[in-house]
T-cell receptor, first 107, second 116 residues
């Protein structure tokens, strides 16, 4: 079993829909990152969480340390949100990545 | 700030050649990482470093070497390149102790390597 599991692996939705991507982990962490990678592009850090909830524009990230679970929400989704979203947990010395969720938003 | 700078962006190697991927960060991050990403796949950790003079293997270290003589630089060396090393390589740096949110985890733009 992977230390970091994301679901779903692929998600296709219509423009305007509310999107949720989930991340569960099995190791102790000091922080959790949500990253975004556009096709053929670089990797951008969206959020770093150690507890609670953060919001940036249409993006919201939450984490439940007791349940070892985090969610990334996108409100009013737009085709430009189409990308791979990656959850990464910061362990004692290294980052461990989920396999990514490929999101496609159709107009 | 330049952030994390990787060079070269693209490189084609012949089997058996060697090369070094350069990675430099100017944020005084203590942690640095090298990942590879094969087409359609996730990121796999090659090597990481928690500070100058300290390096450790990740999931897929075979065929690679690293050094960390300074906080800023973390070069990745490929010895005897093989087709299996065709991939996109990402360098990243982080400061796990900082929760201000700014520049805590930063990736380079990636280096696309093809071994023929």
């Amino acid at each position: 079993k992977n230390e970091v599991e994301q679901s779903p692996q692929n998600l296709t939705a219509q423009e305007g829909e509310f999107i949720t991507i989930n991340c569960s982990y099995s190791v102790g962490i000091s922080a959790l990152h949500w990253l975004q990678q556009h096709p053929g592009g670089g990797i951008v850090s969206l959020f770093m969480l150690s507890s609670g909830k953060k919001k940036h524009g249409r993006l919201i990230a939450t984490i439940n340390i007791q349940e070892k679970h985090s969610s990334l929400h996108i409100t009013a989704s737009h085709p430009r949100d189409s990308a791979v979203y990656i959850c990464a947990v910061q362990g004692a010395q290294k980052l461990v990545f989920g396999q990514g969720t490929r999101l496609t938003i159709n107009p | 700030n330049a952030g994390v700078t990787q060079t070269p962006k693209f490189r084609i190697l012949k089997i058996g050649q060697s090369m070094t991927l350069q990675c430099t960060q100017d944020m005084n991050h203590n942690y640095m990482y090298w990942y590879r990403q094969d087409p359609g796949m996730g990121l796999k950790l090659i090597y990481y470093s928690v500070g100058a003079g300290i390096t450790d293997k990740g999931e897929v270290p075979n065929g690679y070497n690293v050094s960390r003589s300074t906080t800023e630089d973390f070069p990745l060396r490929l010895e005897l390149a093989a087709p299996s090393q065709t991939s996109v390589y990402f360098c990243a740096s982080s400061y796990p102790g900082g929760f201000s949110g700014a520049n805590v985890l930063t990736f380079g733009a990636g280096s696309r390597l093809t071994v023929l």
